[in-house]
């Protein structure tokens, strides 16, 4: 069994802990890079580990139809086929199923859809999701839910993808409960069950209720930064913070890595968070800066410039010297190190938030 505990109360709601799972200890809040298809795009594990990250996240959807899980299993499983020593949470694969994906089919057995590359018919339910997951052997697995997309809001809907969400559950945690039968408490991964409701602060409270009532051993957020504007997203965040229960669980909001963003998490009780954006933002050439800011390396203005990114900044990158006039020239010229320093850098603004948090 995960074991959760907290080690300071921070403000109203916020709190720092360590989560032992599996023989690792994470010391939280932590920020978690994606690593999609098992790399965090460019970096390899000890520049991820260089970030000071306590956890690295995979993707179900994306694993599963590419190499797929007997091919991660075969090659030893997560852990060895990546090469990181970091603990690895993988998603449910529910919210790429509904934004990458055409959907064929909706049931209550499960989600078939196609599979965008090869067009092949994939069907994922609940028990699929959690026996891909545990081939994968990750350390922390997250229960299927039913994701509302983006172009499908409306009452009826967030309703149904509700309440199919709770059945989900149910069936999640049995097929966890059978899969991990048996297995001694350092072997057991951590379950996470999903909070859904969209905007409605009943349904969002319910969903809590539901699934703090259940045996998961940590509280999911999701639905949120799926195009909602930051103050619906802020509001949902403060609603929820007083309703956690205090029993000793881990929460982790899905999705969600501006640092403006992430600050309103710390505050609200959220202990994991999990983005592309930081990587995705640095291959552009986007980094942050202190303020929160976003600087265009790619600028013309950068172009004599000696200085590192962020003057003082600890992370591999500007520890280093690299001068932003270095990493423009990298980034004109379409060289790959442009991206990884400034992956680096911005794995690092946002993880040295959740150090700092008090
Ligand atoms: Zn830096």
């Not at 403060?238 to 992430?262: K, Q």
């Not at 013309?300 to 992370?315: F, K, Q, R, S, Y």
Request: hydrophobic content about 35%; aromatic content about 6%; glycine content about 10%.
């Amino acid at each position: 069994m995960a074991m959760y505990t907290i080690s300071q109360n921070i403000g109203a709601f916020g709190r720092r802990g360590e989560l032992s799972v599996r023989g690792f200890t994470v010391k939280t809040p932590t920020f978690m890079p994606d690593g999609t298809r098992g790399a965090v795009k460019s970096l390899t594990p000890e520049m991820v580990q260089s970030t000071g990250v306590g956890v690295v996240l995979a993707n179900t959807y994306h694993l599963h139809l590419m190499p797929s899980e007997d091919t991660v299993a075969a090659l030893g499983g997560l852990h060895t086929f990546t090469n990181q020593t970091l603990p690895l949470l993988t998603d449910s694969g529910g919210f790429q199923v509904f934004s990458l994906s055409h959907i064929n089919k909706i049931t209550e057995e499960g989600v078939e859809f196609k599979d965008p590359r090869t067009g092949d018919i994939i069907f994922l339910s609940p028990e699929k999701s959690i026996q891909i997951q545990m081939k994968l052997g990750a350390d922390m697995l997250v229960a299927f839910d039913d994701v509302v997309s983006l172009d499908e809001k409306g009452r009826a809907r967030t309703l149904e993808a509700f309440e199919r969400t709770h059945r989900w559950l149910e069936r999640s945690i049995a097929e966890y409960d059978r899969l991990t039968a048996g297995m001694s408490d350092e072997e057991r991964p951590l379950l996470f069950g999903v909070v859904q409701g969209g905007l409605d602060k009943d349904l969002r409270k319910k969903s809590l209720e539901i699934v703090q009532k259940s045996s998961v051993s940590g509280i999911a957020i999701g639905g949120l930064s799926v195009g909602e504007s930051r103050e619906e997203m802020h509001d949902m965040l403060e609603f929820l913070a007083p309703l956690y229960d205090d029993s000793p669980r881990p929460r982790f909001l899905l999705g969600v890595g501006d640092p403006i963003d992430l600050r309103k998490a710390l505050e609200c009780g959220i202990d994991m968070l999990d983005c592309v954006l930081p990587t995705r933002n640095a291959r552009h050439g986007s980094v942050w800066v202190s303020g929160d800011t976003k600087m265009n390396l790619k600028s013309e203005v950068h172009a004599l410039t000696t200085e590192v990114i962020e003057p003082g900044c600890d992370c591999y990158t500007c520890a280093n010297g690299f001068s932003r006039g270095f990493l423009r020239h990298q980034f004109k010229v379409g060289e790959p190190l442009a991206g990884t320093l400034a992956s680096i850098h911005n794995i690092r603004y946002l993880q040295r938030i959740c150090e700092e948090f008090k």
